[in-house]
C-alpha cells in the first residue's frame, strides 16, 4: 500500500514536471515570437486569451462534473457500464457521452484520467474521444458548406471507426499485457 | 437522532472530499492546458491559410495524405476547420483533401498529445493519434467514394 502510494507520489512529481516543461518550452517559443515579430505576438496572446475565456464556462463545467463523478461514481459502477466487463452497452455509452460532450478536448482529460482510475476501458476512452468529433451543435455550419449527405455520410463512417479504433486499441493493450506477464 | 446528524455530516464531507479531489486533479493539469492554449494562439496567428491551399495539388492519395497532415498539426475549434475547408472547397481542392483535413484537424490532436500522454498515458495517446491519423485518410476516402454512389 505504502509502495503504491510512494510510487504514485513518484508519478505525478514526474507529470508535474512534465507539464511544466512544455509550459516553458512555449513561453520560450513566445520569447523568440518578440524578438522577430513583436506584432505577431500580440495576436498570438489575443487569440490565446479569447480561446481562454471561451473555454472557462466549459471548465467550471468540467470540475463540476469531476466532483459529482467524484462522489456518485464509484469504481464498481463505472466498471458495470464502462468497465472490462461492459458489453455493447459500454460502447454505446462511450459513443453517446463523446458525441454530448462539449468543450475543449483537452478540458476533459482529468475526467477520463478519473475515470480510468475507476476501471473504465481504455477501448472506450478512446471511443469517447473519437466521437467528440462529432458536434451537433455545429452540423448546420458543415451542412451549409458540405451538403447534409456529406454531413451524415461523414458522422456514420466516424462512429465506425472511432469503434474499431477502439477495439484496436484493446486488443495492442491486451498484447502488452500478456507479453509484460510473460517478461516479468 | 444521533446517527441520522452522523450520517449528513459524513456525506457533507464526503462531497467535500469529492470536490476537493476534482479541484486538486484539474490543478494538476493547468500548466499543460495554459502551454496548450499559448501554442495555439501561436499556430493561428503563424499560419495563414494560404500556405494550405498551395499544398493541393489534385492528386486522390497525395492529397488525401497531405489533408490529414494538416489536419493533424491544427487545432482549434471545429468550426474554422469547416470554414477553411469549405473555402478550400471554392478554392478548387479536392473533397478527398478537404474531407481528410477536417476529420484530422478533429480527431488527431498532435498539439494535445503531450497533455493527453501527460494524463492519459504515452502508449495510449500515442496510439490513439497514429490510427486517428490513418482513419482519417480511410473515413475521407470511404466518405467521398459513398457520396459519389449515392449522388
Known amino acids: ?184 | 437522532m444521533k446517527t441520522a446528524n452522523k450520517k449528513i455530516e459524513n456525506k457533507r464531507k464526503q462531497i467535500i472530499l469529492s470536490f476537493y479531489k476534482a479541484l486538486k486533479s484539474f490543478g494538476a493539469t493547468l500548466p499543460i492546458l495554459i502551454g496548450v492554449i499559448l501554442l495555439i494562439g501561436l499556430f493561428k496567428v503563424n499560419i495563414p491559410s494560404k500556405l494550405i491551399s498551395s499544398i493541393f495539388t489534385g492528386e486522390i492519395f497525395r492529397d488525401t495524405f497531405f489533408g490529414s497532415m494538416i489536419g493533424s498539426i491544427s487545432a482549434g475549434n471545429p468550426i474554422t476547420s469547416y470554414i477553411i475547408g469549405g473555402e478550400l472547397l471554392k478554392e478548387g481542392v479536392g473533397l478527398f483533401a478537404v474531407t481528410a483535413f477536417i476529420t484530422a484537424w478533429v480527431t488527431v490532436g498532435l498539439i494535445q498529445l503531450p497533455a493527453e500522454a501527460s494524463i492519459l498515458g504515452k502508449r495510449f495517446a500515442l496510439m490513439r493519434n497514429v490510427l486517428s491519423f490513418l482513419f482519417s485518410i480511410l473515413v475521407a476516402i470511404a466518405t467521398v467514394l459513398t457520396l459519389k454512389v449515392i449522388i
Open chain 1, 1 to 184: 500500500m505504502r509502495l503504491k502510494k510512494e510510487k504514485n507520489t513518484k508519478k505525478s512529481s514526474k507529470n508535474l514536471y512534465y507539464s511544466f516543461s512544455f509550459l516553458i518550452v512555449v513561453i520560450v517559443l513566445y520569447v523568440v515570437l518578440f524578438f522577430l515579430k513583436p506584432e505577431k505576438l500580440v495576436n498570438s496572446l489575443y487569440a490565446s486569451w479569447n480561446i481562454f475565456i471561451s473555454i472557462i464556462p466549459v471548465l467550471i463545467l468540467v470540475i463540476f462534473l469531476m466532483g459529482v463523478s467524484n462522489y456518485l461514481l464509484k469504481p464498481k459502477k463505472v466498471s458495470k457500464y464502462l468497465g472490462k466487463k461492459s458489453g455493447l452497452k459500454g460502447w454505446f455509452l462511450s459513443t453517446l457521452f463523446g458525441i454530448l460532450s462539449h468543450g475543449s478536448i483537452y478540458v476533459w482529460y482529468p475526467l477520463l484520467k478519473d475515470l480510468k482510475e475507476r476501471g473504465m476501458r481504455t477501448g472506450l476512452i478512446a471511443v469517447f474521444l473519437y466521437n467528440r468529433a462529432i458536434k451537433i451543435p455545429l452540423l448546420p455550419i458543415m451542412i451549409y458548406y458540405f451538403g447534409i449527405f456529406f454531413v451524415i455520410i461523414l458522422c456514420i463512417y466516424m462512429i465506425v471507426a472511432s469503434v474499431l479504433q477502439g477495439k484496436i486499441i484493446e486488443i495492442i493493450e491486451d498484447k502488452y499485457i500478456v507479453q509484460r506477464g510473460e517478461n516479468v
